[in-house]
């Protein structure tokens, strides 16, 4: 088992008018580093928790998207969610995730098309 940590960056733009939110990453003490479509260092950490760090880089595909087709079935927080899903941790401190959740929910809109659950 790893310690998988979910981090949070301010982003520098809104994500809507008059709402700033924050880019989340993952980092497992393993070595690995998933990026979910953005930058992976600094910030804060929002969540933490024991999980198997090969599962969750075999969630994040090698490209890192964990599946997530960026601003259509998710953004960063599901991409990260995603990752963090064998330390049973989210991403939920993050600003803007209630936006975010409500949008695409907490693994990504489409959930039932999340083959890498399935094929991990």
């Known amino acids: 088992m790893s310690r998988l940590t979910g981090f949070a960056v301010p982003m520098e733009r809104p994500l809507v008018r008059h709402l700033r939110g924050e880019h989340t990453y993952v980092v497992s003490d393993a070595g690995e580093r998933w990026s979910c479509n953005g930058r992976a260092d600094g910030g804060r950490e929002i969540c933490a928790g024991s999980g198997d760090a090969a599962l969750a880089a075999c969630l994040a595909r090698a490209d890192g998207t964990a599946g997530i087709v960026y601003g259509f079935t998710g953004v960063c927080h599901q991409i990260a969610n995603r990752i963090l ?31 890498e659950l399935d094929v991990c």
Do not use: I, K, N, T
Request: aromatic fraction near 20%; include cysteine; glycine fraction near 10%.
């Open 85 to 115: 899903w064998p330390a049973d941790v989210r991403v939920e401190r993050a600003a803007g995730y209630s936006f975010s959740l409500v949008c695409y929910g907490h693994y990504g809109a489409h959930r039932q098309r999340w083959p």
